[in-house]
């Protein structure tokens, strides 16, 4: 069973950054985390993928602002989020999928098992 903590987000302006994280427990070799979001009144969208293999793969919205990273002890993870506009706000849900990611991760939030329970993220002036 995998068990997802997030923690992070909050209330900033444009331009400003935020930091998400999100803390995993999981017994499978492979695997597939992320970060999945979903606006107000909007389908929810992926954010970033991070594969076992290092295979890194970010929405074309956010490459380039947003950087995700691992910690040395493999059990925590990061979503740094730099130039940050008022579209990015959203609810954003760490994910996680004991597979290798493929590009329907990113593109299909079904292919997640798992689902923390959301951080919200507001970008206003």
């Known amino acids: 069973q995998v068990h997802l903590v997030e923690s992070g987000g909050g209330s900033v302006q444009p331009g400003g950054t935020l930091r998400l994280s999100c803390d995993v427990s999981y017994p499978y070799p492979n695997w597939c985390m992320g970060w999945f979001r979903q606006a107000q009144d909007k389908e929810r969208e992926g954010v970033v993928t991070?594969?076992?293999?290092?295979?890194?793969s970010y929405a074309p919205s956010v490459k380039g602002r947003f950087t995700i990273s691992q910690d040395n002890g493999k059990k925590s993870f990061h979503l740094q989020m730099n130039a940050l506009k008022p579209e990015d706000s959203a609810v954003y849900y760490c994910?996680?999928?004991?597979?290798?990611?493929?590009?329907?991760?990113?593109?299909?939030?079904?292919?997640?098992?798992?689902w923390g329970k959301g951080t919200l993220v507001t970008i206003s002036s």
């Open positions: 991070l594969s076992s293999t290092g295979t890194i």
């Open positions: 994910v996680f999928d004991s597979e290798r990611c493929r590009p329907e991760h990113l593109d299909d939030h079904n292919y997640m098992d798992s």
